[in-house]
């Protein structure tokens, strides 16, 4: 890694919110595509869904791409919106026209339109996004860097949906599906029968995002990331040890978590640049310098 890199958390179609962000990091909008003379930007997913501006958004991170001065990394929502609009053999969609699933995609379908050009061709640029990246000493994921599902969708260094066998992605049961959902999503627990809570789309919801970072989380309520849930019958239980990564003298980033508050370290060696710009937080950004070695509080800028 030659130039410094400046780490952006999911922007949700908050367009005016990036535009601000990449002012702030000194990057200068030129014949209509965002520069940094010395730095590259890389996107850890999940540009759209839910925000105002999903076409502006979304344009103005592929414009940066295309001209060279950013990366951008597939995101569970990119997945989903494949899913969605990939046609299964036999009837239906790879992800299911759900009443749900819908909801949850609503911004972006009103902005493209169903199965119009727009959306088609929006679609195809999803599915040229890496799902994850390592650069260096560096490694990157929307949700949760876990070596084995890493080695099943690539070389370590990178990996790509295979478009001539997309349904494995999304089949119960396929190594390439799990793989995806993990990277993408991170691990989760069942809850206890009866213990449910409402997620961000105020879905009901009787699983738990697992904190895969807390090495030290003595049961699960120390290694759920949930704030309204009933807690005591969570501190009974067991921290799942299988998925907490051993960073290996790697830097891990990731968004997708919904942190709150002003951006700060979630551990030594992961850090999460989400900070829930689409939920009255702010949008963030770490800015990595060539030979960083460990997570460093003061490289976070927001807006
Ligand atoms: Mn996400």
């Given at each position: 890694?030659?130039?410094?890199?400046?780490?952006?958390?999911?922007?949700h179609?908050?367009?005016?919110?990036?535009?601000?962000?990449?002012?702030?990091?000194?990057?200068?909008?030129?014949?209509?595509?965002w520069?940094?003379?010395?730095?590259?930007?890389?996107?850890?997913?999940d540009?759209?869904?839910?925000?105002?501006?999903?076409?502006?958004?979304?344009?103005?991170?592929?414009?940066?791409?295309?001209?060279?001065?950013?990366?951008?990394?597939?995101?569970?929502?990119?997945?989903?919106?494949?899913?969605?609009?990939?046609?299964?053999?036999?009837?239906?969609?790879?992800?299911?026209?759900?009443?749900?699933?819908e909801?949850?995609?609503?911004?972006?379908?009103?902005?493209?339109g169903?199965?119009?050009?727009?959306?088609r061709e929006?679609?195809?640029?999803?599915q040229t996004?890496?799902?994850?990246?390592?650069?260096?000493?560096?490694?990157?994921?929307?949700?949760?860097?876990?070596?084995s599902?890493?080695?099943?969708?690539?070389?370590?260094?990178?990996?790509?949906?295979?478009?001539?066998?997309?349904h494995d992605?999304?089949?119960?049961?396929?190594?390439e599906?799990?793989?995806?959902?993990?990277?993408?999503?991170g691990?989760?627990?069942?809850?206890p029968?009866?213990?449910?809570?409402?997620?961000n789309?105020?879905?009901?919801r009787?699983?738990?995002?697992?904190?895969?970072?807390?090495?030290?989380?003595?049961?699960?309520?120390?290694m759920a990331?949930?704030?309204?849930?009933?807690t005591?019958?969570?501190?009974?239980?067991?921290?799942?040890?299988?998925?907490?990564?051993?960073c290996n003298?790697?830097?891990?980033?990731?968004?997708?978590y919904?942190?709150?508050?002003?951006?700060?370290?979630?551990?030594?060696?992961?850090?999460?640049?989400?900070f829930?710009?689409?939920?009255?937080?702010v949008?963030?950004?770490y800015?990595?310098?060539?030979g960083?070695e460990?997570a460093?509080?003061?490289?976070?800028a927001?807006?």
């Amino acid at each position: 890694m030659e130039r410094g890199i400046d780490v952006i958390g999911d922007i949700h179609g908050h367009h005016a919110r990036l535009e601000a962000l990449l002012t702030k990091l000194g990057y200068e909008r030129r014949n209509g595509t965002w520069k940094h003379p010395e730095r590259a930007a890389l996107f850890m997913g999940d540009l759209m869904d839910r925000g105002p501006e999903q076409i502006g958004t979304i344009d103005t991170v592929r414009r940066m791409v295309d001209g060279g001065s950013a990366f951008c990394l597939m995101g569970n929502h990119e997945y989903n919106a494949i899913g969605y609009a990939t046609p299964k053999e036999g009837g239906g969609h790879l992800r299911e026209r759900t009443e749900k699933n819908e909801h949850q995609h609503k911004a972006f379908l009103a902005a493209t339109g169903l199965d119009t050009p727009l959306h088609r061709e929006t679609i195809s640029w999803f599915q040229t996004l890496p799902i994850y990246l390592n650069i260096g000493r560096y490694r990157f994921a929307h949700a949760c860097w876990n070596p084995s599902n890493v080695a099943v969708l690539g070389d370590g260094k990178a990996a790509y949906l295979d478009g001539s066998r997309l349904h494995d992605y999304f089949t119960e049961g396929k190594a390439e599906y799990h793989s995806a959902e993990m990277v993408l999503k991170g691990p989760e627990a069942p809850l206890p029968s009866g213990c449910t809570y409402f997620d961000n789309y105020g879905i009901e919801r009787d699983r738990v995002r697992l904190a895969w970072w807390r090495r030290d989380a003595r049961n699960l309520r120390e290694m759920a990331v949930i704030e309204d849930v009933s807690t005591e019958v969570l501190e009974t239980l067991p921290a799942p040890q299988e998925w907490i990564d051993r960073c290996n003298g790697y830097l891990t980033f990731i968004g997708h978590y919904w942190m709150t508050g002003s951006p700060s370290l979630i551990a030594d060696d992961v850090v999460c640049v989400d900070f829930s710009v689409a939920k009255d937080g702010v949008l963030t950004a770490y800015r990595l310098e060539p030979g960083d070695e460990r997570a460093d509080p003061g490289r976070f800028a927001w807006v």
